[in-house]
């Protein structure tokens, strides 16, 4: 591997640390909803029709490990589990108001604490974060640099 593709690797990797250490404490304020279980109200509200198969599969887990976490929020409110109209035999997993009210402030609190730290750079290095960034999304995931472009 190039030299310099291994340093602007290291410099990705420790900007990922400083992105997780400044959106962990953004996280800190939230209730009492455990990561795992975050996560899980995360994937349910991005992909429509998710069964627990296809839950324990984005978790890489076993059903019966997504089963109790689904149980979990369940309990709380925040997930609902309803007969699939199209396969009866099948559970899709839905997520409550409460559940994406709670996801929303969550992503209003990371953007406000990543805002915090932007504004300390100058505009044209945040221009140049920005660019950065879609070439990076666009080399990891050519359909999402696609939809980059077209939007």
């Given at each position: 591997?190039?030299?310099?593709?291994?340093?602007?690797?290291?410099?990705?990797?420790?900007?990922?640390?400083?992105?997780?250490?400044?959106?962990?404490?953004?996280?800190?304020?939230?209730?009492?909803?455990?990561?795992?279980?975050?996560?899980?109200?995360?994937?349910i509200?991005?992909?429509?029709?998710t069964?627990?198969?296809?839950?324990?599969?984005?978790?890489?887990?076993?059903?019966?490990?997504?089963?109790r976490?689904?149980?979990?929020?369940e309990?709380?409110?925040?997930?609902?589990?309803?007969?699939?109209?199209?396969?009866?035999?099948?559970?899709?997993?839905?997520?409550?108001?409460?559940?994406?009210?709670?996801?929303?402030?969550?992503?209003?609190?990371?953007?406000?604490?990543?805002?915090v730290?932007?504004?300390?750079?100058?505009?044209?290095?945040?221009?140049?974060?920005?660019?950065?960034?879609?070439?990076?999304?666009?080399?990891?995931?050519?359909?999402?640099g696609?939809?980059?472009?077209?939007?």
């Amino acid at each position: 591997m190039d030299d310099r593709v291994t340093d602007v690797a290291a410099a990705v990797e420790s900007a990922v640390e400083s992105l997780v250490s400044v959106l962990s404490t953004s996280d800190a304020q939230s209730p009492a909803v455990p990561p795992a279980q975050l996560r899980v109200l995360t994937i349910i509200s991005a992909t429509r029709h998710t069964n627990m198969s296809r839950l324990a599969e984005a978790l890489d887990v076993v059903p019966s490990s997504a089963s109790r976490l689904c149980d979990r929020l369940e309990a709380t409110g925040l997930l609902r589990r309803v007969p699939d109209p199209r396969d009866r035999r099948e559970v899709r997993l839905m997520i409550t108001p409460a559940a994406r009210r709670l996801l929303d402030e969550l992503r209003e609190r990371r953007r406000a604490a990543l805002a915090v730290v932007l504004e300390r750079m100058p505009d044209d290095d945040r221009q140049d974060l920005l660019r950065a960034l879609e070439a990076f999304a666009a080399a990891a995931d050519p359909d999402h640099g696609e939809a980059l472009r077209l939007a």
